[in-house]
């Protein structure tokens, strides 16, 4: 009995030390997670405080970068000056892009036609011309700035900023030099006027604008303005008051007869297969070329431009006789076949 009693002590004591070795595993396991699940929390923290550092980070570059400026500058392709310099961010390139394209369009517009205190970059030919001795007289090349082109290239620029040199195109007259001797060989259109050689100052007006345009050679797509080859038409210049039009009235001003001659010129080119840039009808009738055939100028104003597309060099010839004005277009034989005539 006291040996049964002994092994039953034996077995309760065994099963409560199994008991307190089963509880205490539990409370470590508890703890150990607990540990563990405390450093993904501190870990997690301090990943979403590195993340929040590096946005923010990131946030005071980006604001310190849109804020460093970026400069264009504009180079005269002749001299290599500086012409015009800008900040592309003072113009809105980051943050109004559409009204930045529109400030580029008017910055290459005036750089290209000139301001009211500026001249612009294009500059009109001046026609070569042959002299008393059939020499010529050479005139000034057509200067043309892409102001398509260089819009493109300032907005390749305006991220990093740079230098943009600006696309200016040359064009010399149409013409080969050996040509100048036999321009004048083969009249291919003429017309002529009449006027009261007795009014002394229209007179004079007609003759000297004239003389302004003979002998000018019109090459192979050459431009021609009235205005640019005549000049101004004032005292300076050796012109006289006459009668003239002005604003659908009869008034008295200097270089009233002018617009004869460029009316002339007119009618005879239109026989030829030209094109018409510029060109205007006086407000009033006028008597020496019927209704719808004249072409008014003014110096500063109204102009008379065309190209020659004849397909051909011409030279214009301006005769004034006793009354009357004619103004010739002529080529040389060689050429006389390939004329395009007008429709």
């Given at each position: 009995m006291a040996k049964q009693n002994w092994v039953i002590s034996l077995l309760v004591a065994v099963c409560l030390i199994g008991t307190g070795c089963t509880e205490q595993t539990a409370k470590e396991k508890e703890a150990k997670a607990a540990e563990i699940q405390q450093k993904i929390v501190k870990e997690k923290k301090l990943q979403e405080e590195k993340k929040l550092a590096e946005t923010k980070k990131r946030e005071e570059e980006r604001k310190l970068e849109e804020a460093r400026p970026v400069y264009v500058n504009i180079i005269d392709p002749n001299t290599k000056d500086k012409?015009?310099?800008?900040?592309?961010?003072?113009l809105g390139y980051i943050t109004n892009p559409e009204n930045y394209k529109v400030e580029i369009a008017k910055l290459t517009r005036e750089?290209?036609?000139g301001t009211e205190s500026r001249p612009g970059y294009d500059k009109r030919m001046v026609l070569d011309k042959l002299d008393g001795n059939g020499q010529v007289i050479k005139g000034i090349p057509q200067t043309i700035l892409d102001e398509e082109e260089l819009a493109e290239k300032i907005m390749l620029a305006s991220e990093k900023g740079g230098d943009v040199e600006i696309p200016l195109y040359i064009n010399a007259s149409g013409y080969k030099n050996e040509d100048a001797a036999h321009l004048d060989e083969v009249v291919i259109?003429?017309?002529?006027?009449?006027?009261?050689?007795?009014?002394?100052g229209r007179t004079k007006n007609i003759e000297l604008s004239a003389e302004a345009i003979n002998n000018v050679i019109l090459g192979t797509n050459d431009y021609f303005s009235f205005n640019t080859t005549v000049?101004?038409?004032?005292?300076?210049?050796?012109y006289q008051k006459a009668a003239e039009i002005n604003y659908g009235k009869l008034v008295e001003g200097y270089g009233g007869g002018i617009c004869q001659t460029s009316s002339t010129l007119y009618n005879a080119i239109d026989q030829l297969a030209v094109t018409y840039v510029e060109k205007h009808h006086h407000s009033l009738k006028v008597g020496y070329v019927?209704?719808?055939?004249d072409a008014t100028v003014s110096y500063g104003g109204k102009d008379f431009r065309f190209q020659n597309t004849?397909?051909?060099p011409l030279i214009l010839k301006a005769i004034v006789r006793n009354g009357s004005l004619t103004v010739e277009v002529?080529?040389?034989?060689?050429?006389?076949?390939?004329?395009?005539?007008?429709?």
């Open positions: 012409v015009k310099t800008f900040n592309t961010k003072d750089l290209a036609r259109a003429s017309y002529t006027t009449y006027f009261n050689s007795g009014v002394v000049g101004p038409s004032d005292a300076g210049h050796g019927p209704k719808g055939r004849s397909g051909v002529r080529t040389s034989t060689a050429y006389q076949d390939q004329v395009k005539k007008g429709i």
